[in-house]
C-alpha cells in the first residue's frame, strides 16, 4: 500500500487549454495518507471519474505529478502501479467458478497453489462467499457477483491502494448496508488505501474517514463527514451535503456591521477584522436547517421568561441577538421530523423540527445561533 | 372527476399480481401508491390507464364503467422511470405532441407549451433535443407533456428514481405546487416511505397486491394498523421485537425487562409484538423510564446531515436514526436507551394494539447540540 500525492496536478482534455472552463481538474495539490479510507464525492461532471482514471493510470495528467510514496508514476501503467479497481457492474469471468475468479489475480503473479488456498479461504470468509466457492460465476445473484468482484481486488496485500468507483449501484438496496459494514470492516482489518469514488453522500460519508468534495475540476473541502456537516468550507459543499442543503443568505458588512437581509447580525471582533481585510465580490451568510431555532413557548428562551406577558415575550423576541420574525410558507410533516419552509425579507428557507414541535401558521420568530452561522466570501468560509 | 376501483384482481399467468382493490379517488386529488418492488404499484397504474383489463371487477370515471374502454378513448397521461421523450423532436415538439393530437390551433399550442415549459423551469431549452439536456431536464420535459393536455387522470411511475437526490428534493417539492391547483387525479407510485410524505395527499400501502392501508399520509404514518403497515412506511424499518407483559414487567426478546409504566399496563398479560420508530430511541437518556440497552455497533451508515446507526445484542437488533453526525467504528460497544412510553404495541398476528400517544416536547437545539457533544 501507498500514500499517493497529487503534485500541482491538473488535466485538461484540449491540446490549447485557455482558461479555467477547459479544465476537467483545475491544479490542485492532494495526498490521499497510507492506509486511509477516502471517498472523492461529487455531483456528476465534476471531474472525479477523470481524477480516479488519473491516478489508476488510465489518463495521463497533462500537468504536475501523480507520485506513489514519493515516486513519479506519470508514465507507469495501471498493472505497474499494482493497482486494483472495483467498478460499477462486476467484472469476473463467467465461466470460472468464484474460486478461480478469486485465484487469478494471485495465480498471475505467481504465487503457490498453496499460498493462494489460503488467500483466497480467507477472503471468501470474509466476504461470506464461503458456500459459493464451487459455482460457475454467472449463477451468483448480482450482489454475490459484485462482492467476488470486490473479493478479486482485496485477494492481494501487495496492492497500493485499491480505487472504487460506485460499486455498490447494483446491490439491492436492502443488502447495500451489509455491504457496506464488510468494506468498513475489510479497511479496519487491512489498512489499504482506499479510495471510494461516488456521488451518493451516504455511501461516501458511511465508508470514508475523509471525504474530498469536488466541484467544478476543483477539490473544494477535504474532511471528516461531521466537518462537511458542521463546517462546509464553500457553499457547494453546504448546498450538496444534507436533506435539504444549507440555507444561504444575502449578506452585507458596512460600517463594521454584518446585515442579513437588512437585519443586523450579532457578530465578534475577531470575524469583524477578517471581514474588513477580505476581498470578496458577494457575501453571504449560511445556516443549516438543523440549527434554525423555531422560537416557541418551550425555547429556552422564553422559559427563561417565566411569566405570560405577551408584550414581555415580544420584546424579547425583538431585542434578541439573530432573532427574526419570518413568514411561514409551508409545513411538511416527514413522520420523524418536520421541514418548515419561511420567507425572511425575500429570501425563502428551511428549518428541520423534531416531529413534537409544532409550528404556528402566519409568523413565526426564529433565532440563528452565532456558532452555526457561516460566512461565505465568493462562496469561501470565512474563518 | 374522480375513479372508483371496484373489486380489482389482476390474474397474469395463474399468478395473482393484485387481489381484491377497492379504492376511491377524488377529483384534485394528490395519491401516493406505497410499496416495494414487484407489490403491484405498476399492474394497479396500467389497469387505472386501460392499458390492462382487470380479471374482475371494475373501473368506475364519474360513477361510468369504463373498464372495458381502452387507454386511448381516455383522457390519462403516464411519466415513466426512465425519460421517455421524442429523441428526434425538439423540446418544445416533445412538449407540443399532445396538443397537436389534439388538432389544437398554433396559436394556443404555443401559449400552453410556453406556459407549461415555464411552470417545469424548462423555458430556455425549447429549441433543443432531448437529449442534449440533463436527466433531471429530461424528466421534465416528459413532465411538461404529461401536464399539457389537461388530463383526468396523470400517473408517475417512480419518475424520480433515476435522479440524483438533490434533484429529487427540487422536484418532489414542485411536484406538491404543481397539483395544488388542478382538477386532475394524480397518482404517483413510489418504494419510498419518505418521498410519500415529503409529497403528502393520501397514501395507499400496497403489499403482495392487495391495499392494506389507505388514508392521509400523516394518519397511516402515525396510526398503522399492523406491523406490515409500519414497516413499509417507515424508513429506516420500525424496530420490532417480541415480546411478553406480566403483571409487573414487560420483557423484550425474553432478556431485556423494564417495569410495566402506565402506558401499556392496560393490554394484560400476554405475548405481544413491539415496534419503537428508529428516530425514538436515543444515545442518551432524554426521561427518566428510559431503558438502558448495552449493544455494539454494527455500522454507522452517514447521510450528510444524518446518522443511522445499526446496532445488536445477543438479543436484539436496532436501528437508531439521529440527526447529526455520528462515527464509529464497527463493533464498539456503546449504550442506547429506549423510551418506554413511545411503544407501538401489535397482537401476535400483527394487528395494532396501542399506538404511543406520551410525546414530551424536547426543544430541537438542545437535542441537536447535545448530540453533536455526545458523538
Given at each position: 500500500m501507498a500514500e499517493i500525492h497529487l503534485r500541482q496536478l491538473a488535466h485538461s482534455y484540449s491540446a490549447n487549454p485557455q482558461g479555467h472552463k477547459d479544465y476537467a481538474i483545475r491544479e490542485m495539490d492532494h495526498v490521499w495518507e497510507k492506509g486511509g479510507a477516502y471517498a472523492l464525492l461529487g455531483p456528476s461532471g465534476c471531474g472525479k471519474s477523470t481524477l480516479l482514471n488519473i491516478i489508476s493510470g488510465l489518463v495521463t495528467p497533462s500537468e504536475g505529478q501523480i507520485l506513489f510514496d514519493g515516486h513519479e508514476v506519470n508514465s507507469l501503467t495501471p498493472q505497474q502501479r499494482n493497482i486494483a479497481q472495483v467498478f460499477q457492474f462486476p467484472v469476473i469471468y463467467d465461466t470460472m467458478s468464484v474460486y478461480d475468479n478469486l485465484a487469478f489475480p494471485l495465480r498471475n503473479v505467481g504465487k503457490t497453489e498453496a499460498e493462494i488456498s489460503a488467500k483466497v479461504k480467507d477472503i471468501a470468509y470474509m466476504l461470506e462467499l464461503e458456500d459459493v466457492l464451487k459455482k460457475k460465476a454467472k449463477n451468483l445473484t448480482a450482489d454475490e457477483k459484485q462482492k467476488v468482484s470486490m473479493g478479486r481486488g482485496l485477494v492481494r496485500d501487495d496492492v497500493s491502494a485499491i480505487l472504487f468507483d460506485e460499486p455498490l449501484t447494483v446491490i439491492d438496496p436492502h443488502l447495500k448496508w451489509k455491504l457496506r459494514r464488510k468494506l468498513k470492516q475489510i479497511h479496519e482489518q487491512f489498512n489499504i488505501t482506499m479510495v471510494y469514488v461516488t456521488h451518493d453522500q451516504l455511501e461516501a460519508s458511511t465508508f470514508a474517514d475523509k471525504i474530498a468534495v469536488m466541484y467544478g475540476g476543483q477539490v473544494v473541502q477535504f474532511g471528516t463527514p461531521r466537518e462537511l456537516f458542521e463546517k462546509p468550507e464553500h457553499t457547494f459543499v453546504g448546498y450538496f451535503i444534507g436533506s435539504p442543503g444549507m440555507n444561504f443568505f444575502e449578506g452585507s458588512f458596512q460600517q463594521n456591521e454584518l446585515y442579513l437581509e437588512g437585519q443586523l447580525i450579532s457578530l465578534d471582533k475577531e470575524m469583524k477584522s477578517k471581514l474588513a481585510i477580505t476581498p470578496y465580490n458577494s457575501l453571504k451568510l449560511g445556516i443549516r436547517p438543523e440549527f434554525v431555532e423555531v422560537l416557541d413557548a418551550n425555547s429556552p428562551l422564553l422559559n427563561k421568561l417565566n411569566s405570560n406577558d405577551n408584550d414581555a415575550k415580544t420584546a424579547l423576541l425583538e431585542s434578541c441577538a439573530n432573532c427574526f420574525k419570518c413568514e411561514v410558507l409551508l409545513v411538511s410533516d416527514l413522520g420523524t421530523y418536520k421541514i418548515v419552509t419561511l420567507k425572511l425579507g425575500d429570501t425563502e428557507f428551511k428549518a428541520r423540527l423534531p416531529e413534537e414541535q409544532t409550528v404556528p401558521s402566519g409568523s413565526v420568530y426564529v433565532r440563528f445561533p452565532g456558532n452555526w452561522l457561516k460566512v461565505y466570501a465568493d462562496e469561501y468560509l470565512i474563518d | 372527476m374522480s375513479l372508483t376501483l371496484e373489486k380489482i384482481t389482476k390474474v397474469v399467468d395463474g399468478e395473482l399480481h393484485i387481489n381484491d382493490v377497492n379504492l376511491n379517488f377524488e377529483p384534485g386529488s394528490f395519491n401516493v401508491l406505497l410499496g416495494r418492488t414487484l407489490a403491484g404499484k405498476t399492474s394497479l397504474m396500467r389497469l387505472m390507464a386501460g392499458l390492462e383489463k382487470p380479471t374482475s371487477g371494475r373501473v368506475l370515471m364519474n360513477g361510468a364503467d369504463?373498464?372495458?374502454?381502452?387507454v386511448r378513448h381516455r383522457n390519462v397521461s403516464m411519466v415513466y422511470q426512465q425519460f421517455i421523450n421524442y429523441p428526434n423532436l425538439s423540446v418544445y415538439d416533445n412538449i407540443a405532441s399532445p396538443l397537436r393530437l389534439a388538432g389544437d390551433d398554433k396559436k394556443t399550442i404555443d401559449r400552453k407549451v410556453r406556459e407549461t415549459a415555464e411552470i417545469l423551469r424548462i423555458e430556455s431549452f425549447?429549441?433543443?433535443?432531448?437529449?442534449?439536456?440533463s436527466g433531471g431536464q429530461q424528466q421534465r420535459t416528459a413532465m411538461a407533456r404529461a401536464l399539457?393536455?389537461?388530463?383526468d387522470l396523470i400517473l408517475f411511475d417512480e419518475p424520480l428514481v433515476n435522479l440524483d437526490y438533490k434533484l429529487r428534493e427540487e422536484l418532489r417539492q414542485e411536484m406538491r405546487e404543481l397539483f395544488k391547483v388542478r382538477n386532475t387525479i394524480a397518482v404517483y407510485a413510489t418504494t419510498e416511505p419518505n418521498e410519500a410524505l415529503a409529497l403528502g395527499g393520501t397514501t395507499t400501502i400496497l403489499h403482495e397486491g392487495r391495499a392494506i392501508q389507505y388514508g392521509e399520509a400523516a394518519e397511516v404514518y402515525n396510526f398503522p394498523d399492523t406491523v406490515e403497515c409500519a414497516e413499509l412506511f417507515s424508513e429506516p424499518p420500525l424496530n420490532l421485537t417480541k415480546g411478553e407483559i406480566s403483571d409487573s414487567e414487560v420483557t423484550l426478546d425474553q432478556a431485556t425487562h423494564f417495569p410495566l409504566n402506565a402506558d401499556l399496563a392496560g393490554l394484560g398479560r400476554g405475548n405481544y409484538i413491539f415496534g419503537v420508530r428508529p428516530s425514538h430511541l436515543a444515545l442518551f437518556p432524554v426521561n427518566e423510564d428510559d431503558l438502558e440497552i448495552s449493544v455494539k455497533v454494527e455500522l454507522a451508515e452517514i447521510s450528510g446531515s444524518e446518522t443511522f446507526l445499526h446496532v445488536r445484542n445477543k438479543h436484539l437488533s436496532l436501528v437508531l436514526h439521529l440527526t447529526g453526525i455520528y462515527q464509529y467504528e464497527v463493533d464498539a460497544p456503546i449504550k442506547v436507551y429506549m423510551p418506554t412510553h413511545k411503544i407501538f404495541v401489535f397482537d401476535e398476528d400483527g394487528k395494532i394494539l396501542k399506538v404511543p400517544t406520551r410525546l414530551p416536547i424536547v426543544n430541537q437545539a438542545a437535542q441537536v447540540t447535545g448530540g453533536l457533544q455526545h458523538g
Amino acid at each position: 500500500m501507498a500514500e499517493i500525492h497529487l503534485r500541482q496536478l491538473a488535466h485538461s482534455y484540449s491540446a490549447n487549454p485557455q482558461g479555467h472552463k477547459d479544465y476537467a481538474i483545475r491544479e490542485m495539490d492532494h495526498v490521499w495518507e497510507k492506509g486511509g479510507a477516502y471517498a472523492l464525492l461529487g455531483p456528476s461532471g465534476c471531474g472525479k471519474s477523470t481524477l480516479l482514471n488519473i491516478i489508476s493510470g488510465l489518463v495521463t495528467p497533462s500537468e504536475g505529478q501523480i507520485l506513489f510514496d514519493g515516486h513519479e508514476v506519470n508514465s507507469l501503467t495501471p498493472q505497474q502501479r499494482n493497482i486494483a479497481q472495483v467498478f460499477q457492474f462486476p467484472v469476473i469471468y463467467d465461466t470460472m467458478s468464484v474460486y478461480d475468479n478469486l485465484a487469478f489475480p494471485l495465480r498471475n503473479v505467481g504465487k503457490t497453489e498453496a499460498e493462494i488456498s489460503a488467500k483466497v479461504k480467507d477472503i471468501a470468509y470474509m466476504l461470506e462467499l464461503e458456500d459459493v466457492l464451487k459455482k460457475k460465476a454467472k449463477n451468483l445473484t448480482a450482489d454475490e457477483k459484485q462482492k467476488v468482484s470486490m473479493g478479486r481486488g482485496l485477494v492481494r496485500d501487495d496492492v497500493s491502494a485499491i480505487l472504487f468507483d460506485e460499486p455498490l449501484t447494483v446491490i439491492d438496496p436492502h443488502l447495500k448496508w451489509k455491504l457496506r459494514r464488510k468494506l468498513k470492516q475489510i479497511h479496519e482489518q487491512f489498512n489499504i488505501t482506499m479510495v471510494y469514488v461516488t456521488h451518493d453522500q451516504l455511501e461516501a460519508s458511511t465508508f470514508a474517514d475523509k471525504i474530498a468534495v469536488m466541484y467544478g475540476g476543483q477539490v473544494v473541502q477535504f474532511g471528516t463527514p461531521r466537518e462537511l456537516f458542521e463546517k462546509p468550507e464553500h457553499t457547494f459543499v453546504g448546498y450538496f451535503i444534507g436533506s435539504p442543503g444549507m440555507n444561504f443568505f444575502e449578506g452585507s458588512f458596512q460600517q463594521n456591521e454584518l446585515y442579513l437581509e437588512g437585519q443586523l447580525i450579532s457578530l465578534d471582533k475577531e470575524m469583524k477584522s477578517k471581514l474588513a481585510i477580505t476581498p470578496y465580490n458577494s457575501l453571504k451568510l449560511g445556516i443549516r436547517p438543523e440549527f434554525v431555532e423555531v422560537l416557541d413557548a418551550n425555547s429556552p428562551l422564553l422559559n427563561k421568561l417565566n411569566s405570560n406577558d405577551n408584550d414581555a415575550k415580544t420584546a424579547l423576541l425583538e431585542s434578541c441577538a439573530n432573532c427574526f420574525k419570518c413568514e411561514v410558507l409551508l409545513v411538511s410533516d416527514l413522520g420523524t421530523y418536520k421541514i418548515v419552509t419561511l420567507k425572511l425579507g425575500d429570501t425563502e428557507f428551511k428549518a428541520r423540527l423534531p416531529e413534537e414541535q409544532t409550528v404556528p401558521s402566519g409568523s413565526v420568530y426564529v433565532r440563528f445561533p452565532g456558532n452555526w452561522l457561516k460566512v461565505y466570501a465568493d462562496e469561501y468560509l470565512i474563518d | 372527476m374522480s375513479l372508483t376501483l371496484e373489486k380489482i384482481t389482476k390474474v397474469v399467468d395463474g399468478e395473482l399480481h393484485i387481489n381484491d382493490v377497492n379504492l376511491n379517488f377524488e377529483p384534485g386529488s394528490f395519491n401516493v401508491l406505497l410499496g416495494r418492488t414487484l407489490a403491484g404499484k405498476t399492474s394497479l397504474m396500467r389497469l387505472m390507464a386501460g392499458l390492462e383489463k382487470p380479471t374482475s371487477g371494475r373501473v368506475l370515471m364519474n360513477g361510468a364503467d369504463m373498464t372495458g374502454i381502452p387507454v386511448r378513448h381516455r383522457n390519462v397521461s403516464m411519466v415513466y422511470q426512465q425519460f421517455i421523450n421524442y429523441p428526434n423532436l425538439s423540446v418544445y415538439d416533445n412538449i407540443a405532441s399532445p396538443l397537436r393530437l389534439a388538432g389544437d390551433d398554433k396559436k394556443t399550442i404555443d401559449r400552453k407549451v410556453r406556459e407549461t415549459a415555464e411552470i417545469l423551469r424548462i423555458e430556455s431549452f425549447l429549441n433543443r433535443m432531448p437529449l442534449e439536456l440533463s436527466g433531471g431536464q429530461q424528466q421534465r420535459t416528459a413532465m411538461a407533456r404529461a401536464l399539457i393536455k389537461d388530463a383526468d387522470l396523470i400517473l408517475f411511475d417512480e419518475p424520480l428514481v433515476n435522479l440524483d437526490y438533490k434533484l429529487r428534493e427540487e422536484l418532489r417539492q414542485e411536484m406538491r405546487e404543481l397539483f395544488k391547483v388542478r382538477n386532475t387525479i394524480a397518482v404517483y407510485a413510489t418504494t419510498e416511505p419518505n418521498e410519500a410524505l415529503a409529497l403528502g395527499g393520501t397514501t395507499t400501502i400496497l403489499h403482495e397486491g392487495r391495499a392494506i392501508q389507505y388514508g392521509e399520509a400523516a394518519e397511516v404514518y402515525n396510526f398503522p394498523d399492523t406491523v406490515e403497515c409500519a414497516e413499509l412506511f417507515s424508513e429506516p424499518p420500525l424496530n420490532l421485537t417480541k415480546g411478553e407483559i406480566s403483571d409487573s414487567e414487560v420483557t423484550l426478546d425474553q432478556a431485556t425487562h423494564f417495569p410495566l409504566n402506565a402506558d401499556l399496563a392496560g393490554l394484560g398479560r400476554g405475548n405481544y409484538i413491539f415496534g419503537v420508530r428508529p428516530s425514538h430511541l436515543a444515545l442518551f437518556p432524554v426521561n427518566e423510564d428510559d431503558l438502558e440497552i448495552s449493544v455494539k455497533v454494527e455500522l454507522a451508515e452517514i447521510s450528510g446531515s444524518e446518522t443511522f446507526l445499526h446496532v445488536r445484542n445477543k438479543h436484539l437488533s436496532l436501528v437508531l436514526h439521529l440527526t447529526g453526525i455520528y462515527q464509529y467504528e464497527v463493533d464498539a460497544p456503546i449504550k442506547v436507551y429506549m423510551p418506554t412510553h413511545k411503544i407501538f404495541v401489535f397482537d401476535e398476528d400483527g394487528k395494532i394494539l396501542k399506538v404511543p400517544t406520551r410525546l414530551p416536547i424536547v426543544n430541537q437545539a438542545a437535542q441537536v447540540t447535545g448530540g453533536l457533544q455526545h458523538g
